[in-house]
């Protein structure tokens, strides 16, 4: 067995990382814009990003459960608790993240149109306060999405320059171990 992920996991992690960085702050500058055809289309710009971080999630929750990970390095058993947990929370975020908003989308009356092209159902019908509440539940869930970011990557870096293992080279190929 290899120590490092497969190409395929490897895209989809780098691809979905870098739709969720744009995504977050594209998020919080919009939030608070006067309504505007520019804000509407920040929003379109938005759901786009999460639409296709839902979709390649699947792809790569279909790719994880056919192809297993290489196996964590000599690590403290708490480590490969938390590595663990993490990794499951952020799956459970980048499916439940898009589809918060695609809900809350649904609940306010607004239709989700991928690319501006093909038109998604509404999940829930229109209503005001179960608007609100799902807008709730999704900036909770990106909050919570940015502390695990925040510890994913710290902990990766710590492994990386503190640990000098491989856990990081693991997800880029090309970098070499630090020791």
């Excluded at 092209?117 to 229109?126: C, D, I, Q, T």
């Excluded at 990766?156 to 880029?172: C, G, Q, S, T, V």
Aim: charged share 15%.
């Amino acid at each position: 067995m290899t120590n490092r992920y497969t190409r395929t996991a490897i895209t989809l992690h780098w691809t979905i990382a870098l739709l969720i960085f744009a995504a977050f702050p594209l998020g919080v500058y919009m939030h608070d814009l006067p309504l505007s055809p520019n804000k509407l289309q920040l929003y379109s710009y938005h759901k786009w990003i999460g639409v296709t971080i839902f979709l390649l999630a699947v792809l790569r929750m279909a790719w994880r459960i056919t192809h297993r990970p290489p196996p964590l390095p000599g690590m403290q058993r708490w480590e490969k608790i938390a590595a663990h947990a993490t990794h499951y929370l952020l799956y459970v975020l980048i499916f439940a993240i898009p589809l918060s908003g695609w809900l809350m989308s649904s609940a306010k009356g607004v239709q989700t149109v991928w690319f501006g092209v093909l038109p998604l159902p509404n999940l829930v019908s229109k209503s005001k306060e179960l608007g609100e509440l799902l807008k709730e539940v999704h900036e909770s869930l990106n909050f919570l999405m940015l502390g695990l970011v925040f510890a994913h990557v710290g902990a990766a870096l710590k492994h990386h320059f503190i640990e000098r293992d491989d856990i990081l080279a693991r997800m880029i190929p090309s970098l070499k171990r630090t020791s």
